[in-house]
């Protein structure tokens, strides 16, 4: 199967690229070198919460004109323990907010290694994707409120193809305008040079 381990970082002194086809070995697919910003965490970590929140009020809203307003379509046993539906939600909440945000900061890589950008994203269905810089048509550096706040951004690099544009979540902000200046460039030369 040509997957990699689990969560494995490659070794910085051992040299990139596998065996050429044709050695007998088949190429394997390597994690991504790069880690996103720590700070993205914060980021992951206060949207879950702020989504987990408005949903939470809304279902005990719901379980309170359940469980209150008498309603006759209501069946008593969903009237008397309406109070389970966001008892139940919360716990799911708390759950996700302390979990996901860190698990994804584990497994989100990225590299530009040569001209490939490479990314890995995904906690439960993993996707790499390798995406060549001559075949760039934009590269978006964008920055929300609450990236601002941690000061990280996200890198978007589009290609012709739809399978071919990639999302980097979770960059220094300063590391993201650094790679998306370089990344037009190289694309921009890249194209030149085909020419």
């Given at each position: 199967m040509n997957t990699p381990p689990y969560d494995a970082i490659p070794d910085p002194d051992r040299p990139r690229g596998g065996p050429e086809p044709?050695?007998?070995?088949a190429a394997r697919l390597r994690p991504p070198q790069s880690r996103v910003s720590s700070r993205a965490i914060g980021v992951w970590t206060?949207?879950?919460?702020?989504?987990?929140?408005?949903?939470?009020?809304?279902?005990?809203?719901?379980?309170?004109?359940?469980s209150s307003l008498g309603w006759a379509w209501i069946p008593f046993s969903v009237q008397d323990n309406a109070?389970?539906?966001?008892?139940?939600?919360?716990?799911?909440?708390?759950?996700?907010v302390a979990i996901v945000p860190s698990w994804r900061y584990r497994v989100h890589r990225w590299e530009v290694a040569?001209?490939?950008i490479y990314t890995r994203v995904g906690?439960?269905?993993r996707?790499?994707?390798?995406?060549?810089?001559?075949?760039?048509?934009?590269?978006?550096h964008t920055q929300g409120w609450l990236e601002r706040v941690f000061d990280v951004a996200t890198l978007e690099v589009q290609t012709a193809s739809y399978a071919g544009s990639s999302t980097i979540e979770g960059l220094?902000?300063?590391?993201a305008r650094r790679l998306s200046e370089d990344l037009a460039v190289r694309a921009g030369a890249l194209r030149d040079d085909a020419t």
């Open positions: 044709g050695d007998g070995e206060l949207r879950i919460l702020f989504g987990s929140v408005f949903t939470l009020v809304l279902l005990s809203a719901v379980a309170w004109g359940a109070w389970l539906l966001p008892l139940a939600y919360g716990v799911y909440a708390l759950l996700k040569g001209d490939i906690w439960i269905s996707t790499w994707q390798l995406v060549p810089v001559n075949r760039l048509q934009t590269v978006d220094d902000a300063g590391q």
